[in-house]
């Protein structure tokens, strides 16, 4: 397979293109960063991680070199060097990292410089070994391998925010230094610590939040199972205990967690504010892929948001689960660009069969993303390395040298991304939105809930390839968020929901929208409480029904609906309060009740789907909910076609991705149809005002 891109030629010279790519950062006086792109660059980022650390000095020359064929114009260094740079406590040693990044701007190449604090040195685990992380079971975390401190330990606080300022006094002001990296993947690979020291932030986290003990025993329910509370100080994180722990303290502690993490990143993000104005600030996420992180916070505090994204290469569907992580990410930054700073050329390491990409597959990842949204695409890592626990994973330089097809494709995309500056700030607009609240979804994988086979991502992932096979872009939302720009919202299993939550749908669907709710929605509110009366609570009036008993099938079981359609995992007992019934059960123990709801409310339409469905059936219920929304699947969707657009002031880029095996024609409504090659890509253009004729 091939790539074939048909743009607007634009390309310079590799020589010329990595330095024409900068002008000297923009240093700004006082503040944040905030709202602004990469300072000084004016084409799309193209590079990786770079662990020059790894390798030799002579290499490093080599390395520049390959940068400037490939048309490298970023790399993030840095980010696991404490070690080397404080060898011992309070000792710095910059020495080599001066002399990487001065031959790295000589050569025109910018850096996204990584704070070092997820990887504290021997010295710190050898001298505190009260901050290691402590699971659940008890088990104090050793090092010789990476991973966060206990985010609440003071020693962790005093020694990060050290290193941090002596790289920002250093380099905070370097023309190399396009962007902070700070730390590396906050909530991986732990996130929660139950050490003495997080008990006791939980404490005055819990303090802060509900201020009297009695408000605490009420929000927590603990009057079931004798829990009362009269001191704070009796309080512990919910550790391994003899049977199921309350699930609102649960629930509790991981949003404590969430905001320890977040404000060891605030603590570093300030410091590089105050050292190092003018240079935005990122921490990288992993924003489907990182369930103990409710990123709608952390988008917030950065100044721009940057993504990891590695395909799970044994699945089928692999890129639709790619497009799906480049929206959320997108919905994130809130329409604004984002950095893809990780994925892969090929293979990676961590999954149990590591599948490496085919021929063609790096270019159409990459360009997956830039079509939702990326401006810039960076890989994990430039050099594979030879040693530690990553040297299988792939790299822009495999182990084969550049002597190799990954070089070659890396080359290639290289060029082709520095072609592209036009695309440099132009917008994906969807009037598509799947809800997404990282609370519903701790809240809902606790233990003791009416079934095991509850999945609220598994759904998600249905709703959303259903959608990207009928080539409709989606964002995603919070229950929360203004609603009033999409015309259809959907809600998979959205188990918790707030009042304000709850009120937000109420006046989008009243203000004319149209809403899908599956199963098990609405279920309780921010405490895991039933609100009084039946289910579904606080969407009862808006979805015109009530639920008289959930009933949960058998493993395996289904059950058949007078359409023709076939349920799985659950069943409701419905009782109708104004809806109309779509379709009901003919089999099954809710034979002959409403299996699929509409209800007209306000000027708007909800339904609501009391069963899971595949995604080919799904399509008969979502195409219904179309017609309302007034959408329609896009000509010639499905066969592995992805088309979307983006937007800047007087051009729209349509980028068209085939992952098929067989060529497509891909239908305009105002250009004769486009052949592409099975594996192709093409990006085309055309002005705003085409639209209008
Ligand atoms: C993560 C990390 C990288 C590297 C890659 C490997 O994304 O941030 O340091 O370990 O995984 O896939």
Known sequence: ???????????????SRASAGYREPVQQTSGRAHGSWLPGVTSIVFGGDYNPEQWPREVWDEDVALMKTAGVNLVSIGIFSWALLEPREGEFDFGWLDDVIDLLWRAGIGISLGTPTAAPPAWFWAKY?????????????????????????????????RIVRELAVRYGAHPALRLWHVHNEYGAPVSESYSVDSVRAFRVWLESKYTTIDALNAAWGTTFWG??????????????????VNPAQRLDFARFTNNALLACFVRERDILHELSPGIPVTTNFMATSCPAIDYWKWAKEVDIVSNDHYLTGERGDSHILLALDADMVRSLAGGKPWLLMEHSTSAVNWQPRNVAKVA???????????????????????????????KFHSAMIPHAGPDSRIFRETVALGGELASLSELLGSTVTAKVAILWDWESFWAQDLEWRPSSDLGHRRQIETFYGRLWNDGITTDFAHPEADLSGYDLVLAPSLYLLSEAGSANIRAYVEAGGTFVASYFSGVVDENDTVPAGASPGRLREVLGLRIEEFRPLRSGETVELDNGLIGAVWTDEIVLEGATEVAGYRTGATAGRAAITRNRFGAGTAWYLSTEFDSVQLSTVLSEAMLDAGLAPRPNAGDGLEVVERRSVDTIFTIAINHGDREVAIETADAPPVVLAAGAVSISRRPVDALAS
Not at 227 to 244: F, G, K, L, N, T
């Open 1 to 15: 397979m091939t790539t074939q891109l048909e743009t607007s030629t634009h390309a310079k010279s590799t020589e």
């Open 129 to 161: 070994p009260e901050a290691r992380p402590v699971t659940r079971d008890g088990v104090a975390l050793g090092g010789g391998s990476r991973g966060m401190a206990s985010p609440s330990s003071p020693e962790y606080a005093v020694a990060s925010s």
């Open 360 to 390: 063609g597959q790096l270019a159409r990842n990459s360009l997956s993303h830039l079509a939702r949204g990326a401006d810039g695409i960076m890989f994990f890592q430039w050099r594979a390395s030879r040693f530690g626990a990553e």
């Open 227 to 244: 829990q009362h509370y009269e001191y704070w100080s009796e309080i512990d994180a919910p550790r391994r205990a003899a049977s199921v």
